[in-house]
């Protein structure tokens, strides 16, 4: 692997407040990531937004306008995580599929093609840009677009299971499945647009948790311990 797509979910960057922002997760990230872009990879990263806010949980806001709140909610995140990642010494650049005046640069892939070779982090954020679209499906869309190696999906789960875990007792966690299976079980990993659009362009995907230490570290290195989505 040399250049690695990194999905944090809202809820993972809240850590154990479930809303806004716990700094001591974000900059353990933050090392993380150092780390592994001082070991020469690429990271692009994806933030979701239900740290702050979930579209379609509000049945009284128009489905569209409900999705542009949460698009701006991903741009607050990539704008905090960004400054974390500064402050232990990255160089960072936040890239979105519309204009947000100073706060960001729009989205092209020769942007994003620069700002790797110059060792930046590069955040996506703002999702597809457009509504009906979850964070996963802009995820799966900007890996295939930059020509990622992988997207690892940093979870507070500790990778796939074929039920709820915390609903279920004895639901199996997966060691490695195929993005087939996921699709024909519904496995939910992301959503099913997501997955074919990983399935149609044979986009990897590894799951994990991000509340184990050193887990994005272990991802990369070989002491990986969650679910390999294979394609």
């Keep these: 692997m040399?250049?690695?797509l990194l999905k944090l979910s809202g809820e993972a960057l809240a850590g154990d407040k479930h809303t806004g922002f716990d700094e001591d997760t974000v900059r353990g990230v933050a090392l993380q990531v150092k780390e592994l872009v001082d070991a020469g990879y690429e990271i692009g990263i994806v933030t979701g937004g239900g740290n702050?806010?979930?579209g379609r949980s509000s049945e009284r806001i128009d489905r569209t306008k409900a999705?542009?709140?949460g698009m701006l909610a991903t741009v607050m995140n990539c704008i905090y995580?960004?400054?974390?990642?500064r402050s232990v010494g990255?160089?960072?650049?936040?890239?979105?599929?519309?204009?947000?005046?100073?706060?960001?640069k729009l989205f092209s892939k020769d942007r994003a093609n620069k700002y790797f070779a110059k060792g930046m982090v590069v955040f996506f954020a703002g999702g597809t840009g457009h509504p009906y679209f979850s964070t996963d499906t802009g995820v799966v869309l900007r890996a295939v677009e930059v020509e990622a190696d992988v997207i690892l999906l940093a979870?507070?789960?500790?990778?796939?299971?074929?039920?709820?875990?915390a609903k279920v007792a004895d639901?199996?966690?997966?060691d490695e499945v195929s993005i087939d299976e996921v699709i024909a079980k519904n496995l939910q990993v992301v959503d099913m647009t997501a997955s074919i659009l990983a399935r149609d362009n044979k986009m990897p995907m590894w799951v994990f948790g991000l509340n184990k230490e050193n887990s994005i570290v272990n991802a990369v290195k070989g002491n990986f311990s969650g679910t390999k989505v294979t394609v």
């Design 67 to 69: 999705d542009q709140i």
């Design 90 to 104: 990255m160089r960072t650049s936040i890239l979105t599929p519309f204009e947000c005046g100073s706060f960001t």
């Design 81 to 85: 995580v960004s400054e974390i990642f």
């Design 2 to 4: 040399r250049r690695i």
């Design 155 to 165: 979870k507070s789960v500790d990778g796939v299971y074929d039920a709820d875990p």
């Design 52 to 54: 702050f806010w979930r």
């Design 171 to 174: 639901a199996r966690k997966y």
